[in-house]
């Protein structure tokens, strides 16, 4: 049963395991079947153990996860979910084709090359198909983004768990505009140009020029900066969809728009998602402390591996 689960810190340290995977080795919630406790994954099953409430009316405060040596080794879990919360709904979903999780360092591309439909034509009875080769891309080694949060026991004890969660949420939501940030920086460096001329500003025509020359892919999502996302709203022709559309990212033919920051305002960059970006993670977030969990903590480290 849930209850006499000894709970140890070494169980965030397990190779290829997360905290939660490794409470539902140990407690699957398969076990549960037919009961109110079903509902509740091998985590959530601890904090109903502890009584500890992380939203709510009766929402505890921090030190509520300190009463014991053994609660206080769910703290990390709860800063790491809530962190992850600001990462749902991310602009890197919509312009990622793939996420592959990696347990080295680097990770070595594969050139898959690409046939223009028009130079494949028909080949006679016996005849001879053409070669397309599959061969080794470059090696991209991981990079590591994130920050060391300074936020001594002694400030948040009083603070409540869902005030917290909404700050940690926000926190990983930076994390997130980062990463994306790095995407773009990517694909700045394999997109091909479109130059509108001499006009102070992009105009419909040039995003249709653009989605013509996609040819057998589709132009499913324009990355811009927000002041140019702005711009394009303004447009005549974008006036109605925006007006369908309650956040009025979709534009005509079901392209959609990605603000990011980082983009330099006089330029945006149209990519078919379905095709164009990698996202290469090692492993989950990683959380580590400064101090032993039991005796509270002071600086928490939060970071991701990654690479495009």
Request: proline content about 4%; overall charge negative.
């Amino acid at each position: 049963m849930y209850k006499e689960i000894t709970l140890e810190k070494g169980m965030y340290n397990l190779t290829g395991k997360t905290f939660t995977q490794a409470l539902e080795e140990i407690d699957p919630t398969e076990n549960y079947a037919g009961t109110p406790l079903s509902q509740l994954d091998a985590y959530e099953r601890q904090l109903k153990r502890f009584d500890i409430k992380t939203f709510g009316e009766d929402c505890d405060t921090v030190e509520k996860f300190f009463e014991s040596t053994q609660s206080a080794v769910l703290f990390p879990e709860f800063v790491k979910r809530a962190i992850k919360q600001g990462f749902e709904g991310s602009p890197l979903e919509k312009i990622t084709a793939v996420t592959t999780h990696s347990e080295d360092d680097a990770i070595h591309g594969i050139n898959m090359g690409y046939v223009p439909t028009a130079t494949l034509t028909g080949t006679a009875p016996g005849g001879v198909l053409p070669p397309q080769n599959v061969t080794r891309g470059a090696v991209y080694e991981l990079k590591k983004i994130g920050k060391i949060l300074n936020m001594p026991y002694e400030v948040v004890r009083k603070g409540r768990l869902d005030f917290l969660a909404v700050g940690l949420k926000a926190f990983g939501r930076s994390i997130s505009a980062a990463l994306l940030n790095q995407a773009v920086e990517e694909l700045s460096k394999l997109t091909s140009t479109y130059t509108s001329g001499v006009r102070d500003a992009f105009i419909f025509e040039d995003i249709m020029d653009i989605y013509a020359s996609f040819s057998e892919f589709d132009m499913t999502t324009i990355i811009a900066n927000p002041s140019t996302v702005a711009r394009f709203l303004m447009l005549d022709e974008f006036k109605e969809t925006a007006s369908l559309n309650l956040d009025g990212t979709v534009l005509p033919c079901g392209i959609e728009f990605v603000k990011c920051a980082a983009m330099d305002p006089g330029k945006f960059i149209a990519i078919d998602k379905n095709f164009a970006l990698e996202f290469v993670t090692a492993g989950d977030i990683l959380i580590e402390l400064d101090k032993d969990i039991s005796k509270q903590f002071e600086n928490l480290s939060v970071s991701v591996q990654f690479a495009f």
